[in-house]
């Protein structure tokens, strides 16, 4: 049985990569472009309440709370430093630092993809912010403490969406490829 696991998850990473290398080299992937204001202050504002993507978002995606999903992926919280865990000189020099992992995801262009956010912390409240071209907000979520959240998004453009925890930040933050259909 070890075996087999092993050689699913060979086969699942080599296709992967076999993907991402391919629409690279197509041009399907492309970054997104970011505005004069956030490339040089290198933030993004965070927004006073939480929201799903509005009429002029979801033209780039659709999220729901819930729905049939052909795909699904799970988004952990990581404490990489922490002032119960330390190490004290890292906390004492840039305060605590979390992660989202996987930091890269990959989903296809029109496929309902389930996201779901299990915060592992039981003392610290974050959240998930989806940018789209010029940095945008297109959705901003609360990932609360010792839950899962699930959403399913159908992304309608293809490209690189960076994705943050605007408390978190500049570490708390990943990416979404979007590959063709």
């Known amino acids: 049985m070890p075996n087999l696991i092993i050689n699913f998850r060979a086969a699942h990473v080599g296709r992967f990569l ?50 049939n999903a052909s795909a699904e992926v799970t988004l952990l919280t990581e404490a990489v430093a922490v002032k119960e865990t330390g190490p004290t000189a890292t906390i004492k020099r840039f305060g605590e630092v979390y992660a989202y992992a996987p930091s890269l995801i990959a989903v296809h262009r029109d496929e309902p993809t389930m996201i779901t956010f299990w915060n592992l912390q039981s003392d610290d409240d974050h959240d998930f912010a989806l940018l789209g071209p010029d940095s945008q ?27 943050k925890c605007l408390q978190h930040q500049p570490e708390m933050s990943g990416q979404i490829m979007v590959l063709p259909h």
């Open 18 to 67: 076999s993907v991402c290398a391919i629409a690279f080299c197509l041009g399907a992937i492309a970054p997104v472009q970011s505005s004069a204001a956030g490339a040089a202050s290198g933030t993004t504002a965070k927004p006073s309440r939480y929201y799903l993507p509005n009429v002029q978002a979801s033209k780039i995606v659709t999220v729901t709370r819930g729905g």
């Open 137 to 163: 907000i297109l959705m901003y979520v609360d990932v609360p403490p010792l839950k899962k959240t699930s959403y399913v998004f159908t992304f309608h453009q293809e490209g690189l969406f960076d994705f």
